[in-house]
């Protein structure tokens, strides 16, 4: 069974820094890229930042571009996100998905991690 | 970015109605547009990808159709278990931008 566990979420002051955790288990990782996607209470879904099966290729929404950076580490099954320079406004459930397939659909979620950004 | 646009943002419906939501993207997109349902503390579910491929386990009532840059899902028969919000996205390029969402609501 496919399963993501996000952490690290939690209340950080504007200007500061945070780093989530996603634990993949259930499929062979480095055969997939992954994502995270992130939503404020009570809006949308926004995607945040994409990579590839090897790193190789990473994407960012023009809203965390230079402030967040994905990562991942194969041999432990693992996505991570740094969140730096944080801001009210990146306050949010954040997911990590797995990009499936060649239309790279994300196929499977886990439940998210909560970050609040307050001073 | 390629802005997508979904309507209407709100629907009520009864059970057994069909229902129809339309997504539009700011340029051609090919077929590379998913679906999703997201019901509140849950994680939000694929129901279709490539347009008009349903995913594994996901009920026949769901379709989706399109190509280029308009695009629908359409659920044929409501069931109480598919109220929730509805969300298009594509993975043409990067960023890869979710509609605004469609909340689905019982009339």
């Known amino acids: 069974e496919v399963q993501l566990v996000e952490s690290g979420g939690g209340v950080v002051r504007p200007g500061g820094s945070l780093r989530l955790s996603c634990a993949a288990s259930?499929?062979?990782?480095?055969?997939?890229?992954m994502s995270w996607v992130r939503q404020v209470p009570g809006k949308g879904l926004e995607w945040v930042a994409g990579?590839?099966?090897?790193?190789?290729?990473?994407g960012y929404a023009d809203s965390v571009k230079g402030r967040f950076t994905i990562s991942r580490d194969n041999a432990k099954n693992s996505l991570f996100l740094q969140m730096n320079s944080l801001r009210a406004e990146d306050t949010a459930l954040y997911h990590c998905?797995?990009?499936?397939?060649?239309?790279?659909?994300?196929?499977?979620w886990g439940q998210g991690t909560l970050v609040t950004v307050s001073s | 970015d390629i802005q997508m646009t979904q309507s209407p943002s709100s629907l009520s419906a009864s059970v057994g109605d069909r229902v129809t939501i339309t997504c539009r993207a700011s340029?051609?997109?090919?077929?590379?547009l998913s679906w999703y349902q997201h019901k509140p503390g849950k994680a939000p579910k694929l129901l279709i990808y490539a347009v008009s491929s349903l995913q594994s386990g996901v009920p026949s009532r769901f379709s989706g159709s399109g190509s280029g840059t308009d695009f629908t899902l359409t659920i044929s028969s409501l069931q109480p278990e598919d109220f929730a919000t509805y969300y298009c996205q594509q993975s043409y390029s990067t960023p890869r931008t979710f509609g605004q969402g469609t909340r689905l609501e019982i009339k």
């Open positions: 259930g499929f062979t990782f480095d055969d997939y890229g």
């Open positions: 990579m590839n099966w090897n790193g190789g290729s990473t």
């Open positions: 340029q051609s997109i090919s077929t590379y």
């Open positions: 998905a797995r990009r499936g397939g060649s239309y790279q659909p994300l196929d499977y």
